[in-house]
């Protein structure tokens, strides 16, 4: 009997199953790049919004107690709107405000906002100028957003008989990028409403 060499089995050879790897190998390699890209630019997102939230909430609280700078129950007591200072050496904002109603100044009824440590801190027992007295608790978290500038800039406007205080608050935060560092700047004018009388 005669064999038929047609009737052999047809197959891939070694060279196209390594070719065939090598595609796939190169094909798997880009789609775990665009993966990692992704993840990273998506981390970097992230970061940037909770950056973005941290100086817009603390600027909401700084603004919302600066709008009662100076507010006293008794109109003629002007103790209040005379402790409003921004001591720029040492980035401490001290404002006061009659918070329980009677028309006295009470120690716990001096405020501040002060920039240390690359965190803004807040207290309600701030007697000196430069903020060096007082019990402190921090505003922002460092591990968030370091706070590197507060800075606070009068801009009085006289209307009559009235000075109108606006404030030009402006806050500025960073954080590490990989691998960069990316800043945020946010300003906001203000109105402190309980003006002093010229």
Not at 106 to 119: C, I
Request: hydrophobic fraction near 35%; proline fraction near 2%; aromatic fraction near 6%.
């Amino acid at each position: 009997m005669n064999m038929n060499n047609n009737n052999r089995q047809q197959g891939i050879t070694l060279i196209e199953m390594m070719i065939a790897m090598l595609i796939g190998l190169i094909l798997s390699g880009a789609v775990i790049s665009i993966f990692v890209s992704n993840v990273k630019s998506s981390t970097e997102n992230m970061r940037m919004m909770r950056l973005n939230q941290e100086l817009r909430g603390t600027m909401t609280f700084i603004s919302d107690e600066l709008k009662r700078a100076g507010f006293s129950a008794d109109a003629t007591n002007s103790d209040f709107m005379g402790d409003f200072n921004f001591n720029v050496a040492s980035s401490c904002l001290r404002y006061s405000y009659d918070e329980d109603g009677n028309g006295l100044q009470g120690t716990d009824e001096r405020f501040g906002f002060q920039l240390t440590a690359s965190a803004v801190r807040w207290s309600n027992n701030v007697t000196t100028t430069n903020c060096s007295n007082g019990t402190w608790q921090n505003v922002t978290d460092t591990t968030i957003a370091p706070i590197t500038a507060f800075t606070v800039t009068e801009n009085p406007i006289s209307a009559g008989t009235i000075d109108i205080n606006h404030l030009v608050l402006v806050l500025t935060g960073q954080i590490t990028l990989n691998p960069n560092t990316a800043s945020r700047t946010i300003t906001e004018t203000i109105r402190v409403r309980n003006e002093d009388p010229s």
